[in-house]
């Protein structure tokens, strides 16, 4: 059985920007201006779909509960109303994180697909890292995957993509690229120093993409929180997982635009005989007994 | 729910060896005195685990079917009792890829892990690589975990490691140790020198390791084959993704001999609300029809 040898591509060359802007959750409009810039200028460069980073419109080391309420938004708000107008203005895709404030009364960490002005697929967060229990509620769905005006668009939100079965969706779903808007806390163990002074999460991402053969577009932010530095390492991996723009990790962490044009997308083979998907054994592989379908 | 807070550590630092030695399907034999040699030496650095490469009975490239049944071994045979002796000799837990031949008159890549004079665990290679498809038939099991005089040790071979599901078998059984007997080709593409110089499938080590937090001993080869170079790509990263020694890529590449100290066996947290195992939601991640249990 081979689900995957047939894929729509709309251009058989994608071309990818992530936008690596500040943000600061004592300044949340400051955001506003910097992706307005930063989706104007990734327009200019010929990119077609433009990531930017989790949490984007809030920030993200709240004081506390008050001010995550305060700072997040409804689907649709002033957040993705600006999206949408970038969105048609420049006509491209764009996938953005954001702090949610979900009319179930709840807040999740979520990102957002929008397509010639359009909304077209909300994910919320599925794994949510360390303090973000606090705030957020899991979302209740794999990674999302969404047919747009420029192919097939996956997105996931940051810890999600440790997770290599997130990747796995994507591609499952014959997704062209997964965008992932993150917020990568600074590392400063020897996990945030491994070859290339890259931190483990850029390995993850560099190793699962090659793992399912599907590229990635991360989207991090930089600018200091509350005593709390970020890692800025965005980062652009093609299918076979060798980057193709970024990461540039420096400290502190700068703006930063990667543009990469992804080819082959949809091609999950990996030799005559082998195939990311379907070379492998989900008959031997440990089921727990929540993990039942 | 919590599966792996307790975990039966024989020793809380665990030294582990790779031997990165020569092997050549037209003089198998040759691997013998290598392997005698490189034992005793890591036993000499205190070593209480040694891992071998695949297939370092045999070599790789065989011409034929005929020439890969005349180097395969039957388990017993010359080479587990090889093995036998310097695990006994060395008082080491030795793990060893070699062609078996199954008593079911098939063949299989297979690896055994010996413990004081037995042959403890016999595991046979479940995703096999491009041409292997020729010779070998896939084993049907995930990754074996044998208790042993040392700790829990678990075994897979080369391609194996490269599905997460295979080290997170290791890790949902509470291995101690990863010990992966490897034969890399070298790659020679963008893929073959990303960061550190490191082909893809030491990124994939580094990052499965970390995403199960469980500590991964890659023992690959050296030593041209009708052709073909091998990477010598052997590595022991830690729980963390941290590589502890190797990998040393040079070409062509040498024998080498790597130890570590595995500390923290077995935890697998990630932060005061994280881990590894039990963050895992996979009630969302997408279970194909041939994957229900």
Redesign the interface.
């Known amino acids: 059985?081979n689900?995957v040898d047939v894929v729509d591509v709309v251009d058989p060359v994608l071309r990818v920007a992530c936008a690596q802007v500040p943000v600061d959750v004592e300044h949340p409009r400051m955001a506003y201006s910097a992706v307005s810039e930063a989706v104007s200028a990734a327009a200019q460069a010929g990119a077609a779909l433009i990531v930017l980073p989790e949490m984007v419109n809030s920030g993200y080391h709240f004081a506390d509960t008050d001010e995550a309420w305060s700072l997040a938004e409804l689907v649709p708000g002033p957040w993705t109303t600006l999206l949408s107008r970038l969105s048609t203005d420049h006509g491209v895709v764009i996938v953005a994180g954001l702090a949610e404030r979900g009319t179930d009364g709840k807040l999740y960490s979520a990102s957002v697909v929008v397509d010639a002005g359009d909304t077209v697929g909300v994910f919320r967060k599925?794994?949510?890292?360390?303090?973000e229990?606090r705030y957020f509620t899991?979302g209740?769905?794999?990674t999302l995957v969404v047919e747009t005006s420029i192919g097939r668009v996956a997105t996931a939100v940051c810890?999600d993509i440790?997770?290599?079965?997130?990747v796995?969706?994507a591609a499952?779903?014959q997704a062209d690229v997964l965008a992932a808007p993150v917020n990568w806390p600074l590392r400063t163990?020897?996990?945030g120093a491994?070859?290339?002074g890259?931190p483990?999460e850029v390995?993850?991402v560099?190793?699962?993409a090659?793992?399912y053969r599907i590229p990635i577009a991360v989207a991090d932010r930089c600018g200091h929180e509350r005593g709390e530095e970020f890692t800025g390492g965005s980062i652009i991996v093609g299918h076979?997982?060798?980057?193709l723009a970024g990461p540039h990790i420096v400290r502190p962490a700068r703006p930063a635009l990667l543009v990469a044009d992804l080819g082959n997308v949809g091609d999950r083979r990996l030799?005559?005989?082998?195939h990311a998907l379907t070379?492998?054994?989900?008959?031997?592989?440990?089921?727990?007994a929540?993990?039942?379908?």
């Not at 599925?126 to 303090?131: M, P, S």
């Not at 440790?162 to 997130?166: A, R, V």
Request: hydrophobic letters at 30%; zero cysteines; charged letters at 35%.
């Open positions: 059985m689900t599925a794994h949510l890292w360390d303090a229990h899991a209740e769905r794999a810890y440790e997770f290599p079965e997130m796995r969706a499952e779903e163990g020897p996990e491994l070859p290339g890259w483990i390995h993850k560099v190793a699962h090659a793992d076979d997982g060798v980057p030799s005559d005989h082998n070379d492998r054994r989900p008959d031997l592989y440990p089921v727990r929540d993990e039942q379908p």
